[in-house]
């Protein structure tokens, strides 16, 4: 655009809210802020101000952008601040060209500016959005009455604003609502706000009768202007690709590595946390968050499995870590009905374990380890475990060849029972396979194999 006026009628200072058209909630003369916008135009993406009008104890601001193949930086000219702080109207007119400026106060003698930095021949919209009273953050807002704001196009529109010393003549189109100086402590009701209604609930219809109203759809939290026979989106909330929302924060002793949830039968729920340090723990819900309810040696756990035998509570974890003997086991714990605790049940040999899985077939309960390596040896074996419920424990059933086994998974598909294994290294290489086995006449049986990268 090649030039600008800037018609504003004022008020000031009267405590108002940041609208165009604000309600005066104060009779109370406030202290100026450092620097008040009455107007801001904002590049959204990039939070940059193309275009102000900013007020201070002292000084009138008219910035903008500059822009050319050097960058991008902002503009600031600056007139001497005329006495407004008499709680009445006044009228200022800015006249902006290629390279002056000139202000206009209540149709007076203009102050011309001849600027070093002349204002930009084109200055692109694209994007931005303007703010009344503003500069869009809570710090600076106007603390004045704007009665009406009129942009013109055009390089000096000062004689037509102004025919005269008169600034009463100055007034364009002022509704008689706004014509005087309100009285304190009242609230201005404007005649033609009683046509605008915003409508709630679901979609009504959009006909004549309803032509510029309003809309809320609080499922949406959209609002829509009814134009023609079709309602129009004109403000929506931004979409949240997140629909899950932070409750509570669980502190941990150290690094954790899983998490298992879990329930039991007239205790309640729980939680146990896997961490990499010499203490994992179980948290229990209670009064609407999980508190600590009990700590438990481990040995850079992995993660945890809970798991039921008939009415027996089980949890076992997969400790990755040797001892302080330098031996290596996994531990199954089980659930004491007496002291409301889980105890040590059965220890289990394993090698720098990473997960468990339980599962049942034809009615029989197993435990599958993955055995990730033995020292710097990955081709180890992995190890099925069958519930013994004659010796109450759990003894090897099978052994499978694994290569930096990771995890295990158990699923079924229709009357066939599945156990896939996730291979990650074989001591030279993480181009491996993984492998899915069948379960067959009592045992697992390679079915198919899959050639992945680290596992996955």
């Known amino acids: 655009m090649k030039g600008v006026a800037l018609l504003s009628h004022w008020l000031y200072p009267l405590p108002v809210s940041p609208l165009a058209l604000p309600s005066l909630t104060s009779s109370t003369l406030p202290t100026l802020q450092k620097n008040e916008y009455l107007l801001a135009v904002v590049a959204e993406d ?3 101000l193309l275009l102000g009008l900013r007020y201070s104890p002292t000084r009138l601001h008219f910035l903008f952008l500059r822009e050319d193949t050097a960058g991008a930086w902002q503009t600031r000219v600056s007139f001497r601040s005329p006495g407004l702080m008499d709680s009445q109207w006044h009228t200022l007119v800015l006249a902006v060209s290629e390279g002056s400026f000139s202000l206009t106060v209540d149709c007076g003698l203009p102050v011309d500016i001849m600027a070093d930095v002349p204002f930009p021949a084109t200055l692109s919209m694209r994007g931005a959005r303007f703010f009344i009273g503003s500069r869009r953050r809570a710090k600076g807002l106007f603390t004045g009455l704007v009665r009406q704001l009129t942009l013109l196009p055009g390089s000096d529109a000062t004689p037509r604003l102004c025919p005269s010393r008169n600034a009463q003549l100055a007034e364009l189109a002022i ?4 014509a005087g100086r309100p009285d304190d402590n009242e609230v201005l009701r404007y005649p033609y706000e009683a046509g605008v209604r915003v409508t709630l609930g679901s979609r009504p219809p959009c006909t004549k009768a309803e032509d510029a109203q309003f809309w809320f ?4 939290r959209g609002l829509y202007l009814c134009m023609g026979s079709e309602w129009v989106l004109v403000l929506a909330a931004k979409v949240r690709l997140d629909y899950v929302e932070g409750y509570q924060n669980l502190f941990t002793h150290s690094e954790t590595l899983g998490l298992e949830v879990f329930g ?3 205790a309640g729920l729980f939680v146990a946390t ?4 010499a203490t994992s723990a179980i948290y229990k819900w209670t009064d609407g968050k999980f508190v600590p309810y009990q700590n438990i040696a481990t040995h850079q756990a992995q993660s945890w499995r809970h798991f039921t035998i008939g009415k027996k509570v089980f949890l076992a974890v997969a400790n990755f870590g040797p001892n302080e003997k330098g031996q290596e086991f996994s531990v199954i714990y089980k659930w004491s009905h007496r002291k409301l605790k889980f105890t040590p049940y059965q220890r289990i040999a394993t090698h720098s374990a990473r997960d468990w899985e339980a599962f049942t077939v034809d009615g029989e309960h197993f435990l599958a380890v993955a055995n ?9 074996d ?3 475990y069958k519930w013994n419920p004659s010796s109450r424990l759990f003894e090897p059933n099978q052994t499978i060849a694994t290569s930096g086994a990771y995890d295990w998974e158990f699923f079924t598909v229709g009357p066939y029972s599945f156990l896939v294994v996730a291979n990650t290294f074989n001591g030279t290489s993480t181009r491996v396979h993984s492998h899915l086995y069948i379960w067959l006449v ?3 049986r390679l079915f198919q194999s899959f050639l992945v990268r680290h596992g996955v």
Request: glycine content about 6%; proline content about 6%.
């Open 175 to 178: 509704p008689q609502a706004l």
């Open 382 to 384: 992995s190890v099925i």
């Open 442 to 444: 009592g045992s697992f």
């Open 264 to 266: 039991i039968p007239q």
């Open 46 to 48: 990039r939070d940059a």
């Open 217 to 220: 759809d609080a499922t949406r």
């Open 274 to 277: 896997a961490n990499r340090k």
């Open 372 to 380: 990730h390596r033995e020292g710097d040896n990955h081709n180890i």
